[in-house]
Each structure stands twice: as C-alpha cells, then as structure tokens.
C-alpha cells in the first residue's frame, strides 16, 4: 500500500528480493496540470510495469473494500506513504499484521510530511522506521530503524529520495527477520512524540519578519513543492535557493523585512527580521527558474522595493 514515489522505490525492492506482491493498493488517479489529464500515482506506474493488479478505493475501511483484500489472503501487509488510516480490521487481516515505512526516527515527527518538516527545522540528522502498525498514527512498535545525516544544502527533493532508499533497504532486511522469527519490536517513547502536520501550498508564503536562516531552510524544504515564494509588483517570484548572510551580509540595516537592499548585476538581497537573505535562484510568475543575476538583466531592481 503506497502512493508517491517513495512508496515506488520500496516496491522495487520488494519484487527484487523475491516476494510476491499480490496486490497493490493506491490511491485514486487525480488530474493534473493545465490540461487536467488523470495522472497515475508512482506506485500504480511501477506496479502495472511489473504486472501486478492495483486496487484504487477512494476509502479503504469501506467493508466492501475490506472484504476485497480478504480475497488475496495475504501474509502480510506493506505501507508506505500511501494516504490513508488503515482500520483495525485492515491491520488485522494478514497474520503478520501491517508494517510502515515511515520517513523519520520515530517518535519524532510522528504524521505527514516527516521529510519535509526536518530540513525546515534544521535538524542535523534524520532517518526512516520500520513499524509494526497498531490503530493509532505512527504509535506502533519500531523493528527497525536507521539515522541518517542531513546535507547543509539538504531539500526536501534530495532528502525524500536519499530516504526512500534507505527505507525500502530496511523493509527488505525487517521482512527477513520477520519471516524467520528474529523480528525484536520496541515500544516507542511516548513522553519524546513530537507530530507535524501536512504541507500546504499557502506554506510556502515568506513571512520576512522571520530569520533569514529560517527562511533559507523553508526554501530548501519546500523544494520541489510547493515551493517558497514571495510577491513582486502582484506577481508570484517563487525563490529556489536563498542564502542567510547573517546580520553583517549587506548594507541596509534598519530597513523594513522584505524591503530590498541591495539589487546589483551579482546579488539580489532582502531584508528579513533577523540578518538578510540573499536570493539566489528564482522565478517570477510566468518565467522560467533562473539565476538571480540573469533574473536581474531581464527585471532591473532597486534598493527600497518591498517584497510581499
């Protein structure tokens, strides 16, 4: 049971270790882009490529979905990312229960958007869990899990990628041990639970009262979505990578948060609440991502225009 592409890379591995996957479970196809054409989740193109049936309830404790799975007798049930709370009559019918993958150091960053919510509160480090799932949200026992650094130029793009291979490495291995009996599970610490929630696209709005190393690691983030951005003249400037100067990084001290302060042919810099940020990377509404420098050819800036 899984969805995006993280989900993909743990069934991957699943099939190359040579368990048979009867079934896979997604979500329901969504239309996407200008267009609107129905787009296939990740895991339902990986599944189809390998020829296994895929099942797309819109609610999986519906009963009759529930009966559906029934059919398949499966000896145990894989989740990853997929979307939806598994009811108790779900996580019960296979004999070796459901096992989660989940994209933290469980009970840290128990919920959505684990991967995300990391980078954008600086952590150093992070890693992924296997669980043995139980009713409540990422509260089961932990079989398995492994830490992982986090790079200074971390995004939430490089980071989701580094931990679906992490993760689908530790599935594989949590499933040998729990086909021959050495399985250990650990009750989590309750007292040290910490939860996020999911991410919006109304996140990504840049509150320039807040630090300038805040604000570079919400960047980093919500990259590749939903990305952080400001407003110029009315129009959205989506900004891809920021750096935080510090409180010394440019001239315009006592300059309102979001004013510019400094818009040459090198360096496009703003004001925040605490030090200034220099922009590095953007795309104004309509335009293509590029280098602040180029961006700065084609829309000249002055020092003194606020942003926001």
Same mark, same amino acid.
């Given at each position: 049971m899984g969805t995006p592409d993280f989900a993909a890379v743990t069934l991957e591995a699943l099939i190359g270790a040579g368990h048979e996957v009867v079934l896979v479970v997604t979500q329901p196809d969504k239309p996407k882009g200008r267009g609107k054409s129905m787009q296939f989740p990740a895991v339902k193109t990986a599944a189809l490529a390998h020829n296994i049936e895929v099942y797309q309830p819109k609610r999986i404790r519906e009963p009759e979905c529930v009966e559906y799975l029934k059919t398949y007798q499966p000896d145990i049930m894989v989740v990853a990312a997929f979307g939806q709370i598994l009811s108790e009559e779900v996580l019960g019918l296979p004999p070796y229960g459901c096992i989660n993958v989940h994209a933290s150091l469980l009970p840290k960053y128990r919920g959505a958007a684990p991967i995300q919510w990391a980078v954008i509160n600086g952590e150093k480090t992070t890693g992924v869990t296997i669980m043995q799932m139980d009713a409540g949200i990422d509260t089961g026992d932990i079989i398995l899990a492994m830490e992982l650094p986090l790079a200074q130029d971390e995004t939430g793009g490089s980071l989701f990628e580094k931990l679906s291979h992490a993760g689908a490495k530790l599935c594989v291995e949590a499933l040998a041990q729990i086909e021959v009996g050495t399985a250990t599970r650990t009750k989590q610490d309750e007292t040290a639970a910490t939860h996020v929630h999911t991410i919006s696209k109304q996140m990504g709005q840049i509150d320039w009262g807040q630090p300038a190393v805040r604000i570079e690691?919400?960047?980093?983030?919500?990259?590749?979505?939903?990305?952080?951005?400001?407003? $110029?003249?009315g129009r959205t400037l989506k900004?891809?990578? =920021?750096?935080?100067? /510090?409180?010394?990084?440019? %001239? *315009?001290?006592?300059?309102?948060?979001?004013?510019?302060?400094?818009?040459?042919?090198?360096?496009?810099?703003?004001?925040?609440?605490?030090?200034?940020?220099?922009?590095?990377?953007?795309? $104004?509404?309509?335009?293509?991502?590029?280098?602040?420098? =180029?961006?700065?050819? /084609?829309?000249?800036?002055? %020092? *003194?225009?606020?942003?926001?």
């Open positions: 690691r919400l960047v980093r983030g919500l990259d590749p979505w939903p990305s952080a951005f400001t407003f $110029l003249d900004i891809w990578k =920021a750096a935080a100067l /510090g409180l010394e990084g440019a %001239a *315009g001290g006592g300059q309102p948060a979001g004013c510019i302060v400094q818009a040459d042919k090198k360096q496009l810099i703003v004001q925040t609440g605490e030090g200034v940020l220099a922009l590095l990377e953007v795309q $104004l509404e309509g335009k293509k991502r590029m280098p602040a420098d =180029a961006f700065l050819r /084609g829309c000249p800036l002055e %020092a *003194g225009k606020q942003l926001g």
